[in-house]
């Protein structure tokens, strides 16, 4: 059984892994911004009431985490796993219509914030068993595979993202800490909407066997959700 925090956990992606760990029967604490309105995870929780901690956490407010931190210290000594995936995205962004508060507010909560819930939740992922960090990523936050499209917000806070997870996995080797950015792949959620190539069973099905893979030698990669590695 692995003791696992998934943030942005009450709908989409994270929705799915949470499901998919339950019913594998692991420890969940899932982290959302709005515990009262997350429908699913309160069904989830009436299933397995003695595995799933619904835990209130909006990623970009630093005393929401430091008090998620203390619930999640309170029913556990240690963390396996860390998945870092709440996320947004901006669409229809052109040069003539760029605004900062959009590019800082995808900057904050898809770049910074996993860094910063990262950093309160070391110690406990630190005693974990062969513990991990995942970086919910993109493919848009690849530069070499950026030829079309704008996603100028999007694609930029995910390559920000991914040079976090590069930093941050070379710090945390020596603590034996695997950390890997993960590209979901195009998973139908309200944010990859109905045309998405992947159901999301499939693709979470296929990123859990990938996750329990992988080694300390795995550490740093930016990896899509079937497995093979995706260019910087
Ligand atoms: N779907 C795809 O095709 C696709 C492709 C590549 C990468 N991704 C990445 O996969 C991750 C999950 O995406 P998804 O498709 O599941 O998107 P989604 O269906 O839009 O769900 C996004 C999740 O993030 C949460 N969230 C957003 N801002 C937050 C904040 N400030 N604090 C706490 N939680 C917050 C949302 O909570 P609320 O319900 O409260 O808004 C929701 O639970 C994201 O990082 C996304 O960039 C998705």
């Given at each position: 059984m692995q003791r696992i925090l998934i943030?942005?956990?009450?709908?989409?992606?994270?929705?799915?892994f949470t499901r998919q760990y339950l019913e594998r029967g692991d420890r969940i604490f899932a982290a959302?911004?709005?515990?009262?309105?997350?429908?699913?995870?309160?069904?989830?929780?009436?299933?397995y009431p003695d595995r799933l901690s619904i835990i209130q956490m909006e990623v970009t407010d630093d005393a929401s985490i430091v008090a998620a931190a203390d619930a999640v210290r309170r029913e556990t000594k240690a963390l396996d796993l860390l998945i870092n995936n709440a996320g947004i995205i901006s669409h229809g962004e052109r040069i003539d219509n760029l605004s900062r508060e959009t590019l800082m507010r995808l900057f904050d909560v898809n770049a910074v914030s996993p860094m910063i819930v990262t950093q309160h939740f070391i110690n406990l992922?630190?005693?974990?068993?062969?513990?991990?960090?995942?970086?919910?990523t993109s493919g848009a936050g690849s530069l070499e595979n950026k030829d079309e499209g704008t996603f100028y917000s999007y694609g930029a806070s995910k390559s920000a993202l991914n040079m976090f997870s590069k930093t941050l996995a070379n710090e945390l080797r020596s603590r034996r800490i695997v950390v890997v950015a993960l590209h979901p792949g195009w998973v139908q959620t309200d944010m990859g909407g109905r045309g998405a190539h992947l159901k999301p069973e499939r693709a979470i099905r296929s990123m859990i066997q990938l996750i329990d893979g992988l080694k300390k030698n795995d550490t740093g990669r930016y990896l899509q959700w079937d497995g093979r590695d995706l260019p910087w």
């Amino acid at each position: 059984m692995q003791r696992i925090l998934i943030t942005g956990a009450n709908r989409g992606i994270g929705l799915e892994f949470t499901r998919q760990y339950l019913e594998r029967g692991d420890r969940i604490f899932a982290a959302c911004r709005n515990p009262d309105a997350a429908a699913e995870l309160h069904a989830l929780a009436d299933a397995y009431p003695d595995r799933l901690s619904i835990i209130q956490m909006e990623v970009t407010d630093d005393a929401s985490i430091v008090a998620a931190a203390d619930a999640v210290r309170r029913e556990t000594k240690a963390l396996d796993l860390l998945i870092n995936n709440a996320g947004i995205i901006s669409h229809g962004e052109r040069i003539d219509n760029l605004s900062r508060e959009t590019l800082m507010r995808l900057f904050d909560v898809n770049a910074v914030s996993p860094m910063i819930v990262t950093q309160h939740f070391i110690n406990l992922v630190a005693k974990g068993r062969s513990p991990k960090i995942i970086n919910i990523t993109s493919g848009a936050g690849s530069l070499e595979n950026k030829d079309e499209g704008t996603f100028y917000s999007y694609g930029a806070s995910k390559s920000a993202l991914n040079m976090f997870s590069k930093t941050l996995a070379n710090e945390l080797r020596s603590r034996r800490i695997v950390v890997v950015a993960l590209h979901p792949g195009w998973v139908q959620t309200d944010m990859g909407g109905r045309g998405a190539h992947l159901k999301p069973e499939r693709a979470i099905r296929s990123m859990i066997q990938l996750i329990d893979g992988l080694k300390k030698n795995d550490t740093g990669r930016y990896l899509q959700w079937d497995g093979r590695d995706l260019p910087w």
